[in-house]
């Protein structure tokens, strides 16, 4: 057991019985480094991340891979959502050197702290383009002791773009009117007209971008905000990014069509998309957007409350170590839990019997009303499938399916979780390339 057993955060914790010489960020890592003159591993994740689990479970927890981390680095575990600040720092750094980012961060330092190579998800062997973990330890430890010049020439470059970044952000003034429509207008032009967001996949929520296009759309600035904003917000909550029975939105889809979402739930992206979602009811009056808004605050105190007060931070993707397993659904799940109203749920929610992922069924609104009316035949009314829908949600309470699945979303700091943690490899050999 390392040094991160002695820590409050759930994710450190996580990480307490890794073979890894763990330390936490602070003053004991940082003055052996300097005193031994030995480069830094430093690597930032969260405690719902799938693909940070993946990476534990596949490299961390590996006797081999730990004993080389342990011979050439002193290794540092940073909780991003305990320590955004140095996140932020060391996020700019890898997205600078890479021109992506994402968790878990993999970050290699000099011994005074400064990155000079870096990356996110490393595979324990290589696979599709990506060097194996071990080869990137062994070629990063080969570089700071053969090749001290190159080194000290990217933590240079690093130093260099920080200096920038505050210089920038120590400018002063509001931005003019010109700069914010400018923007307003660069940022629609990567709206997806079909689909709804901005372009391709992976695909975020970006609810700011979308707040800022309804914003500008309001001022003047953006004929078509407004429309950026509603047809991209009415998408997301049709989709699988939405959890269509339990409530709340995952983090982001992995397609461009909101379809198959990395299912952890984060806090603040709910947070950020019901107040885009009261916004663009202001706007509109759309029943749809209050319903999709007052639900999402329904699961809020439902899930992400805590009982002494104060809200949890996310939920994990990974149940008894699986991704996703309690947000995907069988046919004979459906009919089993809402009888003779399975039909036209089916139908409303895209589910078959030979599903949409992995043999089973991430659950989206899968037609218009007309066209699923059609779909099943019969004297069904809209309103009575608006009702069937309500009471297939409604019914989530009483169902032990549901009750299973409310039991498994939750993160391990909840005091009701019965999920099992450590992940495991599925998701990772599905070739979903992490954020």
């Known amino acids: 057991m390392n040094r991160l057993a002695r820590e409050t955060s759930p994710y450190l914790r996580q990480h307490a019985e890794n073979p890894v010489d763990w330390y936490p960020w602070g003053a004991e890592a940082l003055g052996r480094a300097r005193s031994e003159g030995r480069p830094i591993l430093l690597s930032i994740g969260y405690a719902a991340c799938h693909w940070?689990?993946?990476?534990?479970?596949?490299?961390?927890?590996?006797?081999?891979?730990?004993?080389?981390?342990?011979?050439?680095?002193?290794?540092?575990?940073?909780?991003?959502?305990?320590?955004?600040?140095?996140?932020?720092?060391?996020?700019?750094?890898?997205?600078?050197?890479t021109g992506h980012g994402g968790w878990p961060m993999t970050v290699f330092l000099t011994p005074d702290g400064v990155p000079f190579y870096g990356g996110t998800y490393y595979p324990p062997d290589d696979r599709q383009g990506m060097p194996s973990f071990r080869r990137v330890l062994s070629s990063v430890a080969t570089a700071?002791?053969?090749?001290?010049?190159?080194?000290?020439?990217?933590?240079?470059?690093?130093?260099?773009?920080?200096?920038?970044?505050?210089?920038?952000?120590?400018?002063?003034?509001?931005?003019?009117?010109?700069?914010?429509?400018?923007?307003?207008?660069?940022?629609?032009?990567?709206?997806?007209?079909?689909?709804?967001?901005?372009e391709g996949a992976p695909k975020f929520p970006h609810a700011m971008a979308l707040e800022f296009a309804l914003v500008a759309w309001r001022r003047g600035l953006l004929p078509n905000g407004m429309i950026v904003a509603r047809d991209s917000f009415l998408a997301m909550s049709r989709g699988g990014i939405h959890d269509q029975i339990g409530g709340g939105f995952h983090r982001y889809s992995v397609d461009a069509r909101w379809l198959v979402p990395h299912f952890e739930k984060m806090l603040y992206d709910n947070a950020l998309l019901c107040r885009l979602g009261v916004h663009l009811f202001q706007v509109t009056r759309d029943p749809e957007i209050r319903e999709v808004v007052e639900d999402l605050i329904a699961w809020v105190g439902a899930e992400m409350t805590a009982p002494g007060g104060g809200f949890?931070?996310?939920?994990?993707?990974?149940?008894?170590?699986?991704?996703?397993?309690?947000?995907?659904?069988?046919?004979?799940?459906?009919?089993?839990l809402l009888?003779?109203?399975?039909?036209?749920?089916?139908?409303h929610w895209g589910v078959t019997r030979a599903g949409n992922f992995e043999g089973r069924n991430i659950l989206h609104v899968a037609a218009d009303a007309d066209a699923t009316l059609a779909r099943v035949g019969g004297s069904l009314t809209r309103e009575e499938l608006h009702g069937l829908v309500r009471r297939a949600r409604a019914g989530r309470k009483d169902s032990r399916v549901m009750e299973r699945a409310h039991a498994a979303r939750a993160c391990r700091s909840c005091p009701h979780t019965r999920a099992r943690w450590g992940a495991r490899t599925r998701a990772a050999q599905r070739n979903v390339p992490p954020p």
Not at 70 to 89: C, Q, S, W, Y
Not at 312 to 336: H, K
Not at 339 to 347: M, Q, V, Y
């Open 144 to 198: 700071f002791r053969e090749r001290r010049g190159d080194v000290e020439a990217a933590a240079g470059q690093v130093r260099t773009m920080y200096a920038r970044m505050a210089g920038a952000q120590g400018a002063s003034g509001a931005p003019t009117v010109a700069l914010l429509a400018n923007a307003a207008r660069g940022a629609a032009r990567r709206f997806d007209e079909r689909y709804g967001g901005f």
């Open 52 to 97: 940070c689990h993946v990476m534990a479970h596949e490299s961390f927890e590996d006797p081999e891979t730990a004993a080389l981390m342990n011979e050439l680095f002193v290794n540092i575990k940073v909780d991003r959502e305990e320590r955004p600040d140095l996140d932020a720092i060391y996020m700019s750094a890898v997205q600078a050197m």
């Open 339 to 347: 009888g003779t109203d399975a039909g036209p749920a089916a139908a």
């Open 312 to 336: 949890y931070a996310s939920l994990d993707a990974d149940s008894e170590g699986e991704e996703g397993r309690y947000y995907v659904w069988s046919a004979a799940e459906l009919e089993s």
